[in-house]
């Protein structure tokens, strides 16, 4: 089978909803072989970014309560790049806001879609190293900031504290690729 014999193909889309957080369509889709319908699709007017802010052996997280599921976790900062913002001046700027923390060194670390079935949404998350302490972080965006160390992160996620997606799978990445080797020789 070719990539394009298992394409679907959008004959059309109606918008039925429309904000400056998202937009849900409906897309009428024809897959190969197979019937046309409707395909519900959420459109996002803003990229997303987040960051993993490390110090060593250890990661600053958020804790932060979600009123969409009524629940409290642990979370990377992260948040939507302004109109025509470079994703870089984004997350230092998410960075500091919900941390209260200055980027120092800013690195790619994963670009992902993480519902590629229903959405458009795409995020950028970065390693943030060398970060300085210079305010207070927006109250409004976490009960708590803090320190937690790289070692107790699998155990964090095993016990259900950490569930947000977007943190999941940057902190993953982070244990999984870079951050072996950053926290093998902080110095660079």
């Known amino acids: 089978m070719t990539e394009s014999s298992a394409q679907w193909t959008v004959r059309g889309t109606r918008r039925v909803y429309a904000s400056e957080w998202v937009n849900v369509d409906l897309d009428n889709v024809e897959i190969p072989g197979g019937p046309r319908f409707e395909h519900h699709v959420l459109r996002f ?30 979370e990377i900062p992260a948040g939507w790049s302004d109109d025509d913002e470079d994703p870089v001046t984004a997350v230092v700027r998410e960075v500091r806001e919900e941390t209260g923390y200055q980027s120092g060194t800013v ?3 994963i670009t992902y879609s993480p519902m590629t079935g ?10 943030v190293t060398y970060a300085t302490l210079v305010g207070a972080p927006d109250a ?20 259900g504290h950490i569930t947000d997606g977007p943190s999941l799978t940057a902190l993953a990445v982070y244990l999984t690729t870079t951050g072996a080797d950053y926290r093998a020789d902080p110095s660079g």
């Open 118 to 127: 229903i959405s458009t949404q795409r995020y950028r998350v970065y390693l």
């Open 107 to 109: 690195t790619p670390l």
């Open 140 to 159: 409004a965006e976490a009960s708590r900031v803090e320190w937690i160390p790289t070692a107790d992160l699998p155990d964090l996620i095993a016990a």
């Open 45 to 74: 007017p803003r990229a997303s970014v987040g960051a993993v802010v490390v110090d060593h052996d250890r990661v600053l997280l958020l804790w932060r309560h979600r009123f969409t599921t009524d629940t409290w976790g642990w």
